[in-house]
């Protein structure tokens, strides 16, 4: 997809030689490294994507190359960065404060805090024009709406004068790349710049930042988690694991002749289109919804009346031993859908019956027994079990609340650590002393307690690196393959919802665009929202498992 | 995904994947040496107040009209006032009534708000009613406020107390508030309520231990700013009955006198700004310790 | 813009109500018979009768609340038991020293604190930081009266510099004004410097951990560009919450400062008042001073909206 035959230049615009880089601690105690040894290139209007999971030490590479590491916790401690030649590592504040926005930039990941809230936008990246160049305002001006443009935003004299709070979050990341490439640097780097967005805006974004690059030859930094993301856009990769490089190589060579056993690992766990081979469920009903609706009227005293149609009229059905993927991107209705289900909130209208028992109207008190036959596992494990409270309370505690006398309880709390692949000792530990993929497991092992008929899994595998998500993947899968669980799958991610649904539904704007089974969905879709994301979805040509492209695919 | 990546640059510094235990950090603030200073300053006061009627000291009561006004000496080694009376003792007489109205007013601020602030942060409805109110005290200046309702009610120990903790308990309802408000957000709430958890169970398993360590920073903070209330107040007159010997009343006694003896309200002032000076900053070293994130700003 | 100033204007409704309620009831309180209590114990029963129906005592506690609002809403906060004089003339005539501490004191702290917080934040950690940080703690644990009674000591007495007591009007010149007011706004003013400087220097340090400074940083823009075009202006509202916060402590901190000082002040007014047992004045003191506080809150919110443009809607 990238032409890196615009190559001209014989010396790489960026040389990371053998870069270290460590914790600030005490004095005396020896260093601990977050990067250790990295090193590669990247020349001209080339795209080298560093991929790797939490704790690889990608982002703090991309940091150091423009020297925004924290002085107070981290510091490079050997090798060397040149950008044209020159030691990044070796300048002063000044010279580098000079090459920033003109030599090299950054694009970060959350749009959403990366601008001032109390300034426009247009005065912000006048900052960058007046900082670096010599230019007068009217000629600043023209600049900084040449540049909104190329960005494709609309209504450019509107927008330059906006405050961030007033533009969506993927226009808030098309003004930061303005920032960034408006004196047109050499490098470009960018960390995560799509993760916080929506896949269709985050198509746009890679789009935009393609061209971009084409025009001014401009060499790019990726720093990414997603393979799929880069798929699409790498011409190299490299692959960290713990701070040390793992493997570089050209995009073929990594996904489809990957040398080392760790970057085979990784690039096989990754959730590809593909559906699975599977048969649509054939058992009996077990929740079944019809005009489900939520409806959030805000009354100011001096604002029009407004109202939020976060659910419009959804109806599905669920089977015994079924996965549905629920799939929209947000302020699709999604979660709020999950959550009426499992009555944490409450629909405004509509019917959910659960093996013939209506729930949507049932009381609190009518609706306590039937909270057990349906669990939620939450998406962030880290604030999803109570840091205070040891893991084995935790897990007995829905129990508890249903009479099971304590002992049982624990029982069956060590069986459950074991069907999630976890040790019994687990039950006295705290939960910061596991990972994100533990903590998950025990929070699958803590909704499983209840024996649900139903288990809501409400972005579950989200929050995860790509190589526990297919871990924690296939143990939903064996659940419900050994119980009778049926399951309910939110995620915004179709690549995920590939992996293991029967059927998908997609949602838009709270209400369902299409539904059916999940190959026909995924590889014949009907409706146009479908179509568009599947055709957002970043990677949908490689099929990853398997280690090559996809066949071409029917749509 | 790592959140921690986000603090890397920036200042904020790397957040630990693994949360260190509080306990630790908690002994490792508290050994700093200005803090260690405090403690000690502290404890001493406390211990002589506490044993002040075991320390051999002159009566702090007794009237000596022929030793009145004396400076400092090696028999009163705080002088006398205008009645002839021991000013040590008196001070430290004093402490007693001080740190008991400090910790008095800690618990009387500190209980109910807990309450209240749990139940507006809790349930909708009460919000709405409890804030208003909790405003509405909050807007009277608080000694004010302090000064009316022992005037109102007379002035004892009890009263006084109760005076100094109503103004300093809204604040504490509008701490706990807002921590229970942003504590209900959290999934595991929302996992304990579809776990069946009782709203009594969850209350105190899953919210209320997590404002305890606030609370008892504030507490301290409310310890310290009740001492210097009722100083204020009683050196106005309008606090303590005379026969106290409450630090505010010593250096009230003490006013007239003041071109002659100015010790009279400097030394027993002295002794009042180092207590209240010891329990802030033992406050801010347990905040320190138990909100890391806000000790690398604060 | 303007709907947000009505708002905020209506929000304050309950609170002055609430405000109200709590004042009346304060005094309806007291232990006793008010209007023996006015009449003193040599009343007859037909005086005291009078004296009730005159004041309402004999109507309902909503009744007379209601009657009062009434007065207080056509500005009559009743008349002083002692003097005799409408409460209101008496707040006139001795408004002057409290607003002139009052103001001279939120100006000296506003101006030296705020600075000096921000530039502790810029120098974070090193030994002017902790200097100031030190003197921060020092300076809200020492009571007011300890701090102006050495200042009295060393710079009255011992040094003759300044006048050890007392309130000149501007009418008897400048410079008698500012002397007589020096002493007491700098005793006041060290505990309010202590506080609004922590404060400063912690919100500072807050936004500097801010995604957006890292934004900024990366532009390649100067340290102190990133602090006086950044950190600042997202610092300001929580420093200007604190200062309209800190407006009730320093209604506390006029009141001793009066009587340390001997000014002839509203703070000195409000003892003299509870000595003796005044209760119009008071109460009427007390729906004063917090109409005040809530009014300088109000004029706060509306600030915030200056300053932040997510507070406009």
Same mark, same amino acid.
């Given at each position: 997809?990238?032409?890196?035959?615009?190559?001209?230049?014989?010396?790489?615009?960026?040389?990371?030689?053998?870069?270290?880089?460590?914790?600030?601690?005490?004095?005396?105690?020896?260093?601990?490294?977050?990067?250790?040894?990295?090193?590669?290139?990247?020349?001209?209007?080339?795209?080298?994507?560093?991929?790797?999971?939490?704790?690889?030490?990608?982002?703090?590479?991309?940091?150091?190359?423009?020297?925004?590491?924290?002085?107070?916790?981290?510091?490079?401690?050997?090798?060397?960065?040149?950008?044209?030649?020159?030691?990044?590592?070796?300048?002063?504040? $000044?010279?580098?404060?000079?090459?920033?926005?003109?030599?090299?930039?950054?694009?970060?990941?959350?749009?959403?805090?990366?601008?001032?809230?109390?300034?426009?936008?247009?005065?912000?990246?006048?900052?960058?024009?007046?900082?670096?160049?010599?230019?007068?305002?009217?000629?600043?001006?023209?600049?900084?709406?040449?540049?909104?443009?190329?960005?494709?935003?609309?209504? %450019?004299?509107?927008? *330059?004068?906006? *405050?961030?709070?007033?533009?969506?979050?993927?226009?808030?990341?098309?003004?930061?790349?303005?920032?960034?490439?408006?004196?047109?640097?050499?490098?470009?780097?960018?960390?995560?710049?799509?993760?916080?967005?929506?896949?269709?805006?985050?198509?746009?974004?890679?789009?935009?930042?393609?061209?971009?690059?084409?025009?001014?030859?401009?060499?790019?930094?990726?720093?990414?988690?997603?393979?799929?993301?880069?798929? $699409?856009?790498?011409?190299?990769?490299?692959?960290?694991?713990?701070?040390?490089?793992?493997?570089?190589?050209?995009?073929?060579?990594?996904?489809?002749?990957?040398? $080392?056993?760790?970057?085979?690992?990784?690039?096989?766990?990754?959730?590809?289109?593909?559906?699975? &081979?599977?048969?649509?469920?054939?058992?009996?009903?077990?929740?079944? %919804?019809?005009?489900?609706?939520?409806? *959030?009227?805000?009354?100011?005293?001096?604002?029009?009346?407004?109202?939020?149609?976060?659910?419009?009229?959804?109806?599905?059905?669920?089977?015994?031993?079924?996965?549905?993927?629920?799939?929209?991107?947000? #302020?699709?209705?999604?979660?709020?859908?999950?959550?009426?289900?499992?009555?944490?909130?409450?629909?405004?209208?509509?019917?959910?019956?659960?093996? #013939?028992?209506?729930?949507?109207? &049932?009381?609190?008190? $009518?609706?306590?027994?039937?909270?057990?036959?349906?669990?939620?596992?939450?998406?962030?494990?880290?604030?999803?079990?109570?840091?205070?409270?040891?893991?084995?309370?935790?897990?007995?505690?829905?129990?508890?609340?249903?009479?099971?006398?304590?002992?049982?309880?624990?029982?069956?709390?060590?069986?459950?650590?074991?069907?999630?692949?976890?040790?019994?000792?687990?039950?006295?530990?705290?939960?910061?002393?596991?990972?994100?993929?533990?903590?998950?497991?025990?929070?699958?092992?803590?909704?499983?307690?209840?024996?649900?008929?139903?288990?809501?899994?409400?972005?579950?595998?989200?929050?995860?690196?790509?190589?526990?998500?297919?871990?924690?993947?296939?143990?939903?899968?064996?659940?419900?393959?050994?119980?009778?669980?049926?399951?309910?799958?939110?995620?915004?991610?179709?690549?995920?919802?590939?992996?293991?649904?029967?059927?998908?539904?997609?949602?838009?704007?709270?209400?369902?665009?299409?539904?059916?089974?999940? &190959?026909?969905?995924?590889?014949?879709?009907?409706?146009? *929202?479908?179509?568009?994301?599947?055709?957002?979805?970043?990677?949908?040509?490689?099929?990853?498992?398997?280690?090559?492209?996809?066949? &071409?695919?029917?749509? | 995904?790592?959140?921690?990546?986000?603090?890397?640059?920036?200042?904020?510094?790397?957040?630990?994947?693994?949360?260190?235990?509080?306990?630790?950090?908690?002994?490792?603030?508290?050994?700093?040496?200005?803090?260690?200073?405090?403690?000690?300053?502290?404890?001493?006061?406390?211990?002589?107040?506490?044993?002040?009627?075991?320390?051999?000291?002159?009566?702090?009561?007794?009237?000596?009209?022929?030793?009145?006004?004396?400076?400092?000496?090696?028999?009163?080694?705080?002088?006398?006032?205008?009645?002839?009376?021991?000013?040590?003792?008196?001070?430290?007489?004093?402490?007693?009534?001080?740190?008991?109205?400090?910790?008095?007013?800690?618990?009387?601020?500190?209980?109910?708000?807990?309450?209240?602030?749990?139940?507006?942060?809790?349930?909708?409805?009460?919000?709405?009613?409890?804030?208003?109110?909790?405003?509405?005290?909050?807007?009277?200046?608080?000694?004010?406020?302090?000064?009316?309702?022992?005037?109102?009610?007379?002035?004892?120990?009890?009263?006084?107390?109760?005076?100094?903790?109503?103004?300093?308990?809204?604040?504490?309802?509008?701490?706990?508030?807002?921590?229970?408000?942003?504590?209900?957000?959290?999934?595991?709430?929302?996992?304990?309520?579809?776990?069946?958890?009782?709203?009594?169970?969850?209350?105190?398993?899953?919210?209320?231990?997590?404002?305890?360590?606030?609370?008892?920073?504030?507490?301290?903070?409310?310890?310290?700013?009740?001492?210097?209330?009722?100083?204020?107040?009683?050196?106005?007159?309008?606090?303590?009955?005379?026969?106290?010997?409450?630090?505010?009343?010593?250096?009230?006694?003490?006013?007239?006198?003041?071109?002659?003896?100015?010790?009279?309200?400097?030394?027993?002032?002295?002794?009042?700004?180092?207590?209240?000076?010891?329990?802030?900053?033992?406050?801010?070293?347990?905040?320190?310790?138990?909100?890391?994130?806000?000790?690398?700003?604060? | 813009?303007?709907?947000?100033?009505?708002?905020?204007?209506?929000?304050?409704?309950?609170?002055?109500?609430?405000?109200?309620?709590?004042?009346?009831?304060?005094?309806?309180?007291?232990?006793?018979?008010?209007?023996?209590?006015?009449?003193?114990?040599?009343?007859?029963?037909?005086?005291?009768?009078?004296?009730?129906?005159?004041?309402?005592?004999?109507?309902?506690?909503?009744?007379?609340?209601?009657?009062?609002?009434?007065?207080?809403?056509?500005?009559?906060?009743?008349?002083?038991?002692?003097?005799?004089?409408?409460?209101? =003339?008496?707040?006139?005539?001795?408004?002057?020293?409290?607003?002139?501490? =009052?103001?001279?004191?939120?100006?000296?702290?506003?101006?030296?604190?705020?600075?000096?917080?921000?530039?502790? =934040?810029?120098?974070?950690?090193?030994?002017?930081?902790?200097?100031?940080?030190?003197?921060?703690?020092?300076?809200?644990?020492?009571?007011?009266?300890?701090?102006?009674?050495?200042?009295?000591?060393?710079?009255?007495?011992?040094?003759?510099?300044?006048?050890?007591?007392?309130?000149?009007?501007?009418?008897?010149?400048?410079?008698?004004?500012?002397?007589?007011?020096?002493?007491?706004?700098?005793?006041?003013?060290?505990?309010?410097?202590?506080?609004?400087?922590?404060?400063?220097?912690?919100?500072?340090?807050?936004?500097?951990?801010?995604?957006?400074?890292?934004?900024?940083?990366?532009?390649?823009?100067?340290?102190?560009?990133?602090?006086?075009?950044?950190?600042?202006?997202?610092? =300001?509202?929580?420093?200007?919450?604190?200062?309209?916060?800190?407006?009730?402590?320093?209604?506390?901190?006029?009141?001793?400062?009066?009587?340390?000082?001997?000014?002839?002040?509203?703070?000195?007014?409000?003892?003299?008042?509870?000595?003796?047992?005044?209760?119009?004045?008071?109460?009427?003191?007390?729906?004063?001073?917090?109409?005040?506080?809530?009014?300088?809150?109000?004029?706060?919110?509306?600030?915030?909206?200056?300053?932040?443009?997510?507070?406009?809607?």
């Amino acid at each position: 997809m990238n032409d890196s035959t615009m190559n001209d230049s014989t010396m790489p615009v960026l040389q990371v030689q053998e870069l270290s880089v460590a914790l600030v601690g005490a004095p005396g105690d020896a260093p601990r490294h977050v990067v250790e040894g990295i090193s590669f290139d990247i020349r001209a209007g080339e795209t080298l994507c560093v991929v790797g999971e939490s704790g690889s030490g990608k982002s703090v590479t991309s940091f150091s190359v423009m020297g925004l590491l924290a002085p107070d916790a981290l510091r490079p401690s050997a090798g060397r960065i040149l950008l044209d030649g020159e030691d990044v590592l070796a300048c002063t504040p $000044e010279r580098l404060r000079e090459l920033r926005a003109t030599r090299m930039s950054m694009v970060f990941q959350e749009p959403m805090t990366a601008l001032n809230p109390v300034r426009t936008v247009g005065w912000q990246i006048d900052e960058v024009l007046r900082a670096h160049s010599g230019m007068d305002a009217a000629a600043r001006k023209r600049k900084i709406l040449d540049m909104l443009e190329s960005v494709r935003l609309p209504d %450019v004299e509107r927008i *330059y004068q906006s *405050y961030p709070h007033q533009l969506s979050g993927g226009q808030r990341q098309r003004i930061v790349i303005c920032m960034a490439l408006i004196l047109n640097p050499k490098l470009l780097i960018a960390d995560e710049p799509t993760t916080a967005l929506d896949v269709t805006t985050q198509k746009q974004i890679l789009a935009l930042i393609q061209e971009l690059q084409r025009s001014h030859n401009t060499a790019v930094l990726f720093i990414t988690h997603d393979f799929g993301v880069v798929a $699409e856009i790498a011409d190299r990769i490299a692959v960290m694991n713990r701070g040390k490089l793992v493997e570089v190589g050209t995009r073929d060579e990594i996904l489809a002749r990957p040398k $080392e056993a760790y970057t085979r690992m990784l690039v096989s766990s990754v959730p590809g289109l593909a559906p699975a &081979a599977r048969q649509a469920a054939e058992g009996d009903p077990v929740l079944v %919804v019809k005009g489900l609706q939520k409806t *959030y009227a805000e009354r100011g005293l001096f604002k029009a009346k407004r109202t939020v149609h976060a659910v419009r009229d959804v109806s599905f059905t669920l089977r015994k031993k079924e996965i549905v993927g629920i799939v929209g991107e947000s #302020g699709s209705g999604k979660s709020t859908l999950a959550r009426c289900i499992a009555r944490l909130i409450d629909p405004s209208s509509g019917s959910v019956r659960l093996d #013939g028992t209506e729930i949507a109207t &049932a009381t609190k008190r $009518e609706f306590h027994p039937v909270r057990k036959r349906i669990q939620v596992v939450f998406q962030d494990p880290y604030r999803s079990l109570n840091a205070r409270i040891r893991v084995g309370d935790s897990i007995v505690e829905g129990m508890r609340n249903f009479g099971v006398p304590e002992d049982e309880a624990r029982a069956r709390a060590v069986e459950l650590l074991d069907i999630v692949g976890l040790e019994a000792d687990t039950m006295d530990r705290y939960p910061h002393q596991f990972s994100g993929g533990q903590r998950q497991r025990i929070c699958i092992a803590r909704a499983l307690a209840l024996r649900p008929d139903i288990l809501i899994a409400d972005e579950a595998v989200s929050a995860l690196d790509v190589s526990v998500q297919a871990q924690v993947l296939e143990l939903i899968e064996d659940i419900r393959a050994r119980t009778d669980t049926a399951v309910l799958f939110i995620t915004h991610d179709l690549r995920v919802a590939a992996q293991i649904c029967n059927s998908i539904v997609v949602m838009k704007s709270g209400q369902i665009v299409e539904a059916g089974d999940a &190959a026909a969905v995924l590889t014949r879709p009907q409706d146009g *929202y479908t179509r568009q994301l599947l055709d957002a979805a970043p990677g949908r040509h490689w099929d990853f498992k398997r280690f090559r492209r996809m066949e &071409a695919a029917a749509s | 995904m790592s959140t921690s990546i986000h603090s890397i640059a920036g200042g904020a510094g790397i957040t630990p994947a693994i949360r260190k235990r509080p306990r630790s950090a908690l002994v490792r603030t508290l050994s700093t040496w200005p803090v260690m200073a405090a403690l000690a300053m502290l404890a001493v006061i406390v211990l002589a107040a506490m044993s002040a009627n075991l320390l051999g000291l002159a009566d702090p009561m007794s009237i000596n009209p022929m030793e009145r006004l004396k400076g400092i000496s090696a028999e009163h080694w705080f002088g006398t006032d205008a009645y002839g009376r021991d000013v040590l003792s008196r001070v430290i007489h004093g402490a007693r009534i001080s740190l008991m109205i400090g910790a008095g007013t800690a618990i009387a601020a500190l209980i109910p708000g807990l309450v209240l602030g749990v139940i507006a942060g809790y349930f909708r409805a009460a919000d709405m009613v409890i804030m208003r109110i909790m405003d509405g005290i909050m807007s009277v200046p608080s000694i004010l406020l302090a000064i009316a309702l022992v005037a109102v009610t007379g002035a004892s120990l009890l009263t006084v107390l109760i005076a100094i903790a109503v103004p300093e308990f809204p604040r504490v309802v509008r701490l706990v508030r807002g921590l229970i408000l942003s504590l209900r957000d959290e999934p595991y709430v929302e996992a304990a309520i579809s776990l069946g958890t009782p709203t009594r169970v969850l209350m105190m398993r899953h919210l209320v231990p997590n404002t305890v360590a606030p609370l008892i920073v504030q507490g301290t903070f409310i310890f310290a700013s009740a001492m210097l209330s009722e100083a204020i107040m009683s050196f106005l007159g309008v606090g303590m009955p005379p026969e106290f010997p409450s630090w505010g009343n010593v250096i009230a006694e003490g006013r007239m006198y003041f071109q002659v003896r100015p010790e009279l309200i400097l030394l027993p002032g002295l002794f009042l700004a180092l207590t209240v000076l010891s329990v802030n900053m033992l406050g801010d070293a347990m905040r320190d310790a138990l909100d890391p994130k806000m000790a690398r700003r604060v | 813009m303007l709907r947000y100033i009505l708002k905020r204007i209506l929000a304050t409704v309950p609170v002055v109500l609430t405000v109200a309620v709590l004042v009346f009831c304060l005094l309806r309180l007291t232990p006793g018979d008010p209007a023996l209590i006015l009449a003193g114990d040599a009343a007859t029963e037909t005086q005291l009768a009078q004296i009730r129906e005159h004041m309402g005592l004999d109507r309902s506690l909503a009744t007379q609340f209601m009657l009062w609002g009434g007065q207080v809403l056509q500005g009559d906060l009743g008349t002083s038991l002692h003097s005799g004089t409408p409460v209101t =003339a008496m707040i006139g005539s001795r408004v002057g020293p409290s607003l002139a501490l =009052a103001l001279s004191t939120i100006l000296l702290s506003t101006l030296i604190a705020v600075p000096l917080g921000v530039f502790s =934040a810029w120098r974070r950690g090193t030994r002017a930081d902790r200097a100031v940080m030190a003197f921060s703690v020092l300076g809200f644990s020492v009571p007011i009266f300890v701090t102006g009674y050495a200042l009295i000591l060393l710079f009255a007495m011992k040094l003759g510099w300044l006048p050890v007591q007392g309130y000149k009007s501007p009418s008897a010149g400048l410079v008698a004004f500012g002397t007589h007011l020096l002493l007491p706004t700098i005793a006041l003013s060290t505990g309010f410097v202590a506080l609004i400087a922590r404060i400063a220097r912690s919100s500072v340090l807050e936004v500097m951990g801010e995604d957006f400074i890292r934004t900024a940083r990366a532009k390649g823009i100067t340290e102190r560009a990133v602090m006086m075009a950044h950190a600042l202006r997202n610092a =300001a509202v929580p420093i200007i919450t604190v200062i309209g916060v800190s407006i009730a402590l320093l209604i506390s901190g006029v009141v001793v400062t009066e009587s340390v000082f001997n000014l002839p002040g509203l703070g000195r007014l409000v003892v003299e008042s509870v000595l003796a047992r005044d209760y119009p004045l008071i109460q009427g003191l007390i729906l004063l001073f917090s109409l005040v506080y809530i009014g300088v809150n109000l004029t706060i919110d509306v600030l915030y909206s200056v300053f932040d443009p997510r507070i406009r809607y």
